[in-house]
């Protein structure tokens, strides 16, 4: 079988590893498979990269009325381009974080045969990934109260959901359904809470097979507490629990933070010596006892991390089935989580864990300290987690599962006789129809601008709502009119649009963002760092406010300040666009040719960035290879 897998990226996430570790071992039992990313992290020629393509036009307006990804075109001609052209089997697992337009599922579906495993809720849903105890994707998402996809947040109480922003939500969630209707799909759900959900969605009819996920039960295995323990700088002789999510559990909301920073308090007024061991977090931890250990890519690096844990600890408030747990389980680290969704599906009570009833601090606290202080509990627990481990949660299992699921959605297709209806495009917001989603459709129709589309939608709403877009659409036309000022030169006049807008949306980081780079491009440098300061204190673990911040002391010739910005936001996303660039710069700076051409290298891969090729050239000429940099009209990917 020729099998294409499409995910957001190649190595970082749950849904990536899954992805990108089935692809490998399909390839191993002799299929080719291979990776199809918008953002490629890794190394092999397996994995490959297509663009997204936003529309730039369109982008602002759709983001800020909450119509998610429909500005995105790229995905549209995907089923006419290799790898996809040729494969047997196409099979889909994240198709958010920015990346892909969910109207491009229809055509897809009609080209090749589709198997989608879900690896959060987010096709139910009309915005975020995680309902929690919001009901609203049963009933259409009219009233959405997200701000952020990974709620709940402590700053989101409803208050930045503008009306623009919660009828484009629910326009979301219609426009879902309209193409899942028209849409050939086999599901994959990694729990059977996950398919009982889908089975209450706008996916209910579309066959789904539950598969667990699988972990390499090979690398995470038992370990050597004491080596893992002088590695990681962690004294031999207290406690140690230990959690692991992408920003650390205490700056990741939706991993209960909140709740095991209380939990672990009241393990601290017992066991004062407890250290917690933060995998994935960075910066200073809420308290002198936590250890933040950055974000860990290399498995053989987080199975070291786990064993030197003497308790594993789990309170997301969502999952779809919990690998971490798994692989805790795996190295035979007892856990302790709640009593949530797919949690006893993968850590039986008494058995691999102890589970507490959700939301209840003191009740995991306890679990925690009575873990801490039963050596025979944890060994046993330990134990009967790894033997379920390797019976239920193996790698080689999972896959054998998954070549059997995409060879039967193969053999399904052939026998069918018909091919579900095009998307009517009546049925979709006008802001959808753009040339690429028509043309992949087939339909004859007249192209319209970005501009046209955008009033055309607008015209399309309720009344008493039309002001409210109307006003999304003229800071969308004020955004662009910033840019084409800032690249004509003039400054001033750029920043005198930034002000108005300021004043009219003084809560969009993103404008103060915009400001703060307008300013340090006019050499108002502390003004510009007060700009980004409203950045980083809105969105502290997350904000890519700090590259700004890392090209204003660059600028300023201040190359440790630069590099230690650069630094604060490596431990976040050392994969975002723009980040190997600018330490490819620094280091060129430096006179660190060598560093700075694998930082070039490395960013041109990850995004095809152009602004990489110049500087590129510059230090390939400096190591005395001119003919390399002569080569660069090629994609050195």
């Given at each position: 079988?020729r099998?294409?897998?499409?995910n957001?990226?190649d190595?970082a996430g749950?849904?990536?590893?899954v992805?990108?570790?089935?692809?490998?071992?399909?390839r191993?039992?002799?299929?080719d498979?291979?990776l199809?990313v918008?953002?490629r992290?890794?190394?092999?020629?397996?994995?490959?990269r297509?663009?997204?393509?936003?529309?730039?036009l369109?982008?602002?307006f759709?983001?800020e009325?909450?119509?998610?990804y429909l500005?995105f075109?790229?995905c549209?001609?995907?089923p006419?381009r290799?790898p996809?052209?040729?494969?047997?089997?196409?099979?889909?697992?994240n198709l958010?974080y920015d990346?892909f337009n969910?109207?491009?599922?229809?055509?897809?579906?009609?080209?090749?045969?589709?198997?989608w495993?879900?690896?959060?809720?987010?096709?139910?849903?009309?915005f975020c990934?995680?309902?929690v105890d919001?009901?609203?994707w049963l009933?259409g998402c009219t009233?959405c109260?997200r701000?952020r996809m990974n709620?709940p947040?402590?700053?989101?109480?409803?208050?930045?959901?503008?009306p623009?922003?919660?009828?484009?939500?629910?326009?979301?969630h219609?426009?879902k359904?309209l193409?899942?209707?028209?849409s050939?799909?086999?599901l994959?759900?990694?729990?059977?809470?996950?398919?009982e959900?889908?089975?209450?969605?706008?996916?209910?009819?579309?066959?789904?097979?539950v598969i667990?996920n699988?972990i390499?039960?090979?690398?995470?295995v038992?370990?050597?507490r004491?080596?893992?323990?002088r590695?990681l700088?962690?004294?031999q002789?207290?406690p140690?629990?230990?959690a692991v999510?992408?920003?650390?559990v205490?700056?990741?909301?939706i991993?209960g933070?909140p709740?095991i920073?209380e939990?672990?308090?009241?393990?601290?007024?017992?066991?004062?010596?407890?250290?917690?061991?933060n995998?994935?977090?960075?910066?200073?931890?809420?308290d002198a006892?936590?250890?933040?250990?950055p974000?860990?890519?290399n498995?053989?690096?987080l199975a070291?991390?786990?064993?030197?844990?003497?308790?594993?600890?789990?309170?997301?408030l969502?999952?779809?089935?919990?690998?971490v747990?798994?692989?805790?389980m795996?190295?035979?680290?007892?856990?302790?989580?709640?009593?949530?969704?797919?949690?006893p599906e993968v850590?039986?009570?008494?058995?691999?864990g102890?589970?507490?009833p959700?939301g209840?601090a003191?009740a995991?606290?306890a679990?925690?300290?009575?873990?801490?202080?039963?050596?025979p509990l944890?060994?046993?627990?330990?134990?009967?987690g790894?033997?379920?481990?390797?019976?239920e949660?193996?790698?080689?299992?999972?896959?054998?599962?998954?070549?059997?699921?995409s060879?039967?959605?193969?053999?399904e297709r052939?026998?069918?006789?018909?091919?579900?209806?095009?998307?009517?495009?009546a049925?979709?917001?006008a802001?959808a129809?753009?040339?690429a989603?028509l043309?992949?459709?087939?339909i004859s129709?007249?192209?319209?601008?970005?501009?046209?589309?955008?009033r055309?939608?607008v015209?399309?709403q309720p009344?008493?709502?039309r002001?409210?877009?109307e006003?999304?659409?003229?800071?969308?036309?004020d955004?662009?009119?910033?840019f084409e000022?800032?690249?004509?030169?003039?400054?001033e006049?750029?920043?005198?649009?930034i002000?108005?807008?300021?004043?009219a949306?003084?809560q969009d980081t993103?404008l103060w963002?915009?400001?703060?780079?307008t300013?340090?491009?006019?050499g108002?440098?502390?003004e510009?760092?007060?700009?980004?300061?409203v950045?980083l204190?809105?969105h502290?673990p997350?904000?890519?406010a700090l590259?700004?911040?890392?090209?204003?002391w660059?600028?300023a010739?201040?190359?440790?300040?630069?590099?230690e910005a650069?630094?604060?936001?490596?431990?976040?996303?050392p994969?975002?666009?723009?980040?190997n660039?600018?330490?490819?710069?620094?280091?060129q700076?430096a006179?660190?040719?060598?560093?700075a051409?694998?930082a070039f290298?490395?960013?041109l891969r990850l995004?095809?960035?152009p602004?990489?090729?110049?500087?590129l050239?510059h230090s390939?000429e400096a190591?005395g290879?001119?003919l390399l940099?002569q080569?660069?009209g090629?994609d050195?990917?």
């Amino acid at each position: 079988m020729r099998i294409v897998h499409v995910n957001t990226q190649d190595v970082a996430g749950g849904a990536a590893k899954v992805a990108r570790l089935l692809a490998l071992r399909e390839r191993e039992a002799g299929h080719d498979a291979v990776l199809l990313v918008a953002r490629r992290h890794g190394r092999g020629a397996f994995v490959s990269r297509f663009d997204p393509a936003p529309d730039p036009l369109l982008r602002p307006f759709a983001e800020e009325c909450g119509l998610q990804y429909l500005h995105f075109q790229g995905c549209f001609g995907l089923p006419e381009r290799e790898p996809m052209a040729s494969a047997d089997l196409v099979h889909l697992h994240n198709l958010h974080y920015d990346f892909f337009n969910p109207l491009a599922l229809a055509a897809i579906s009609r080209a090749k045969p589709c198997l989608w495993t879900l690896h959060d809720l987010h096709p139910l849903t009309g915005f975020c990934n995680y309902p929690v105890d919001c009901a609203g994707w049963l009933s259409g998402c009219t009233d959405c109260e997200r701000a952020r996809m990974n709620a709940p947040d402590p700053q989101c109480d409803g208050s930045l959901v503008t009306p623009a922003r919660r009828r484009g939500t629910a326009l979301t969630h219609r426009a879902k359904a309209l193409v899942y209707a028209h849409s050939r799909l086999t599901l994959a759900c990694p729990s059977r809470w996950v398919k009982e959900q889908v089975e209450r969605s706008i996916l209910a009819g579309h066959p789904a097979q539950v598969i667990p996920n699988g972990i390499e039960t090979d690398v995470f295995v038992p370990g050597d507490r004491a080596a893992a323990r002088r590695e990681l700088g962690i004294p031999q002789d207290v406690p140690v629990v230990g959690a692991v999510a992408a920003y650390g559990v205490f700056d990741n909301p939706i991993k209960g933070g909140p709740l095991i920073l209380e939990a672990m308090r009241r393990v601290w007024n017992e066991r004062p010596e407890t250290i917690f061991l933060n995998v994935g977090g960075f910066g200073h931890g809420p308290d002198a006892r936590v250890v933040n250990l950055p974000f860990v890519e290399n498995p053989a690096t987080l199975a070291r991390a786990y064993a030197a844990m003497d308790v594993f600890t789990h309170a997301s408030l969502a999952e779809t089935f919990c690998l971490v747990a798994a692989e805790a389980m795996s190295c035979g680290v007892p856990v302790a989580a709640q009593e949530l969704g797919p949690l006893p599906e993968v850590v039986r009570q008494g058995r691999d864990g102890l589970l507490s009833p959700p939301g209840d601090a003191p009740a995991l606290a306890a679990n925690i300290t009575r873990l801490l202080g039963d050596a025979p509990l944890r060994l046993s627990l330990g134990q009967s987690g790894r033997k379920r481990a390797l019976e239920e949660f193996g790698l080689d299992l999972m896959v054998r599962r998954y070549i059997e699921l995409s060879r039967q959605v193969i053999e399904e297709r052939r026998g069918l006789p018909g091919i579900v209806a095009p998307l009517p495009p009546a049925g979709l917001p006008a802001l959808a129809r753009t040339s690429a989603l028509l043309k992949a459709e087939g339909i004859s129709d007249k192209a319209r601008t970005s501009q046209e589309l955008v009033r055309d939608f607008v015209q399309e709403q309720p009344e008493e709502l039309r002001p409210h877009f109307e006003a999304v659409a003229q800071k969308s036309r004020d955004i662009a009119r910033v840019f084409e000022l800032r690249g004509l030169g003039r400054l001033e006049d750029s920043l005198a649009v930034i002000d108005s807008l300021n004043a009219a949306w003084p809560q969009d980081t993103a404008l103060w963002r915009t400001r703060g780079v307008t300013l340090g491009l006019m050499g108002r440098r502390d003004e510009a760092m007060e700009a980004f300061r409203v950045c980083l204190e809105a969105h502290p673990p997350q904000s890519d406010a700090l590259l700004n911040v890392c090209d204003m002391w660059r600028a300023a010739g201040d190359q440790a300040k630069a590099l230690e910005a650069l630094d604060a936001f490596a431990a976040v996303d050392p994969y975002l666009r723009g980040f190997n660039w600018r330490k490819g710069l620094l280091l060129q700076d430096a006179g660190d040719h060598r560093g700075a051409a694998r930082a070039f290298l490395r960013e041109l891969r990850l995004h095809g960035s152009p602004e990489a090729r110049g500087p590129l050239a510059h230090s390939l000429e400096a190591l005395g290879k001119p003919l390399l940099a002569q080569c660069l009209g090629q994609d050195p990917a």
